[in-house]
């Protein structure tokens, strides 16, 4: 279980969460709705270790995710809002990058490259460089996001730049990922073909 306790952030003396609670079980796909984009965005980056709350803490299975940080944030794969490619890469290299930030080395990293990519659809895009048609642009980064095979995926807005045939394909991997045993918390607008994707929500509204 994921758990959010009394969670306050404060960004430049503004509030962004307030005293927000939340429990997320193992095995749910849960989306953040409501119309306030940066406490979910917030919610998600602090779940992922990336920005620490002034207040409250977040545990994962009992235990705060900032003890023993070098081996908690394994278990979470964060998808942000902006993507962050490198034009220079090449996408197999881009892969091996953050492969090795989570110290995926030997032959299981090729491995996982190649599963990666059969999943995805993006084998004869493994040796191009970062510039891809702009509808593959987010598939990619959820690509990166589950190479290094966390328990828990926090996605931030990842059907906003999806037409309808791409955002089902997306919601089709997601769900193939859920059967492997992944948990998903979404930040996410309520779009047609999510309405029965979401086996749990949560309305952030000012913060809470």
């Given at each position: 279980m994921l758990e959010f306790q009394n969670i306050s952030i404060y960004r430049r003396?503004?509030?962004?969460?307030?005293?927000?609670?939340?429990?997320?079980?193992?095995?749910a796909i849960m989306g953040?709705?409501?119309?306030?984009?940066?406490?979910?965005s917030m919610i998600l980056a602090a779940a992922s270790g990336s920005q620490a709350?002034?207040?409250?803490?977040?545990?994962?299975n009992g235990v705060s995710i900032y003890q023993g940080r070098s081996r908690s944030y394994q278990n979470f794969g964060y998808m942000p809002r902006e993507y962050g490619f490198y034009d220079l890469l090449r996408v197999d290299e881009y892969f091996e990058l953050f492969l090795s930030l989570y110290k995926v080395n030997g032959r299981y990293r090729q491995?996982?490259?190649?599963?990666?990519?059969?999943l995805f659809g993006i084998r004869q895009y493994m040796s191009a460089f970062m510039e891809l048609p702009a509808e593959m642009?987010?598939?990619?980064?959820?690509?990166?996001?589950?190479?290094h095979d966390p328990e828990w995926?926090?996605?931030?807005?990842?059907?906003?730049?999806?037409?309808?045939?791409?955002?089902?394909?997306?919601i089709k991997i997601l769900l193939m990922l859920q059967e492997e045993g992944k948990s998903i918390v979404v930040n996410s607008q309520?779009?047609?073909e999510t309405r029965d994707f979401f086996t749990d929500v949560a309305l952030v509204e000012d913060g809470r």
């Open positions: 003396e503004k509030r962004i969460l307030d005293d927000f609670n939340l429990k997320i079980p193992d095995g953040l709705l409501g119309s306030d984009s940066k406490a979910k709350p002034d207040y409250g803490q977040i545990l994962l491995k996982r490259m190649e599963e990666v990519a059969e642009l987010p598939f990619l980064c959820l690509a990166k996001t589950v190479l995926l926090l996605l931030d807005e990842p059907f906003a730049n999806l037409n309808s045939s791409s955002r089902n394909s997306m309520m779009f047609p």
